[in-house]
Each structure stands twice: as C-alpha cells, then as structure tokens.
C-alpha cells in the first residue's frame, strides 16, 4: 500500500481490545505488513506457504487472516470502508437498495465434497457466490454454497442475513433466477420489494439490464484477484472472508484516489 492508502485503510481498523481496556495483549507485529500480506495472497493468488520472505512468516500472516476471520473483523473492516466510500460519494452511509446475483466458480481440490457440488446451467463443478451489493458496487452481504444450490434457495439465506445487517434496504433488484415464491417471501417475512429484471420480448441482442449490470461490475472487480479465480479455500466461511479482502482492497485504492 502506498502511505495515502494506509492512512485510508488504517483509519477503518478495528480498535484492538487491550487499546479499549478490554484485556488481551499488544500486538507483536505490524498491522500494515499483516494487512498487505492477506492483499498480496489475495491478489496473486499464492498458497500460505509460497509468502515472500518480505513479509512475516507464513503462519503468522493466517493466524492474523484466521482471527479476523472467526471475530467478524474482516466483515467490521470492509463495512467501515464501505461506509466512507458511501460518504465519499454522497450517500448516505446506510444503504436502501441492493442488487443480488450469484457466481459458479470451479473448485479446486482443497474443496471438500461436503461443500462442493455441480452448477448444471453453467457446467461447473464446484462453489456458487451469492452476493448483494449497493447501488455504487460494494458488496452488502455474502453466502458461499455449493454450485448445486438454486439461486432461491440461496437466496433466501442471504436475504436474511441482509435484513440483519441492513435492515433499512427495502428494494432488491434480481435476474429471472429468483422468481417464484421467493418474490412472496421477500415481501412479506422481510418486507424487501425483490424487483426481478427481464429482457422484454422484443428485444434483439445484447442489451444491459437497469441496475442488473452493476452487480456484474463487482464480480469484474473480484476476479482481478487472482485468488478468487476459482475457489482454494476448505471452507466457505475463509471464502467470504477472501471476497471481502479483495473488495476491500477496491474500496480502500478508490478512497486512496479521491484523497489526493
């Protein structure tokens, strides 16, 4: 990270524990280096074990990357960057609408068979990325499945968990995946307006969806992490927390841009 982008990223932060008085000890390293770390694995795609000599032991960077993981930090970072990215552009902090979609990605062989399935639509053997983002791009909430669970299924999940982080979004636009009683559910257990956008019959070739492309644009801007080109990760929850670093990493070089 450059110094500008530090001092955007270390701005949003969790504050440690033993800094509020509530126990625990000081860190014994440095946060920058452990965050550039989890970007560089993130970025480039690398195993734990393939860390560059540059930056702290290997075990050390995914006891740091685990922590945050299991705590909620890295969830409580993105969201505090998220939020100032809001800010930046004149929203207000708190979103009120969001875009859903999913992404089949294949799995690789650390990907247990438990969590593992295949996409029939797309063809793909591995782990489906349900995502809700906001009406600039960054990610809301996330769910990592199986590539065989339906996106209503899915749906259903990450309509939950969006109702209880965010319980002023009261509109969500979709593609014809989640049509049906997931409409009806949205409505009335959560009292979310699920807006599915079609093509109209008479349209001929390509043609962008309003608000539709704007969830696209975010898997663009996952899959410049290498990482995220298919899924390495044992477990979904590390997955969730990959996705989060990554979009964090395009949130904390915009708000890096606007402050020069």
Known sequence: MSDAEWAVVRDAMPVPGWLEG????????????????????????????????????????????????????????????????????????????????????????????????????????GRKRHIVVDTLGPLLVVVVTAASVTDRDAGQALLVRLRERHWRVTRVWADGGYTGRLVDLARDAWRIALTVAKHSDDTGGFAVLPKRWLVERTFAWLMHSRRLARDYEGRADTSEAVIRWSMSTVMSRRLARRAR
């Open 22 to 125: 509530r126990g625990g000890q000081p860190e014994s390293y440095c946060h920058r280096q452990m965050v550039d770390a989890v970007r560089y694995l993130a970025a480039g795609g690398i195993s734990w074990r393939a860390m560059p000599a540059d930056f702290p032991a290997w075990d050390r960077v995914y006891a740091f990357f685990r922590r945050w993981r299991d705590k909620g930090l890295a969830a409580e970072f993105h969201d505090r960057l998220r939020e100032r990215v809001r800010e930046a552009a004149g929203r207000d902090p708190e979103p009120t609408a969001g875009v859903i979609d999913a992404q089949s990605v294949r799995g690789a062989a650390p990907v247990p068979a438990a969590t593992r399935g295949f996409d029939g639509g797309k063809k793909v053997n």
